[in-house]
């Protein structure tokens, strides 16, 4: 049996996934939202708009409802995607020479799911050698990009990553060489 409302003027009841809750009755603030408070609200408002439209869409439902359990329902680790875009930490050079297959790492955290990392690879000048999709590796772990082209003088050269989320909120970090 589930219950919903009020208990006294202290505990509210909250149903969830055939499990009702009892919370403390939550209490309005007599103080004007910060700045802060109000830009959370509007990222909260939009992000709860594009999980409700995105949900409608049944391979975008299949991929967060292949990930829900207990009380994170699919709408849930939706609006929390949308509310934390992904973030390159990395982008590893070690390997990479300029020569052809040579190789870029790149490091990317996201709480749900990355669509894809790019990566550009800029001369000393800031013309466009190259560039091309990451593919992820076996571990899921690290996103690796294999040079196709030659440069022979890597002082000054630009690589950027840019990843992409579901929400398409992207997340990018450069390196000079």
């Known amino acids: 049996m589930n219950y919903s409302g009020k208990y006294g003027n202290q505990f509210v009841y909250r149903t969830r996934e055939d499990m009702s809750i009892l919370a403390k009755k939550p209490k309005k ?3 004007p939202p910060t700045v802060s408070q109000s830009e959370t ?17 049944p391979d975008i439902l299949a991929v967060y409802a292949a990930r829900a359990k207990g009380m994170k329902t699919p709408y849930i680790l939706a609006v929390t995607n949308h509310m934390h875009p992904p973030v390159v930490k990395e982008i590893i050079t070690e390997e990479y020479t300029g020569e052809i297959g040579s190789a870029i790492g790149v490091k990317v955290l996201n709480n749900f799911y990355i669509n894809g990392v790019m990566v550009k690879i800029t001369d000393a000048s800031g013309t466009l050698v190259e560039q091309g999709p990451c593919t992820l590796d076996p571990f899921g772990v690290i996103w690796g990009y294999t040079a196709t082209k030659e440069i022979t003088n890597l002082t000054g050269v ?4 840019v990843a992409k989320d579901y929400p398409k909120h992207t997340g990018s970090l450069s390196v000079t060489l």
Not at 41 to 57: C, G, N, Y
Not at 158 to 161: C, E, K, L, P, S
């Open 41 to 57: 609200r509007v990222r909260f408002q939009e992000a709860t708009i594009w999980a409700k439209k995105a949900l409608q869409d």
């Open 29 to 31: 603030s007599k103080n």
């Open 158 to 161: 630009v690589i950027t990553a």
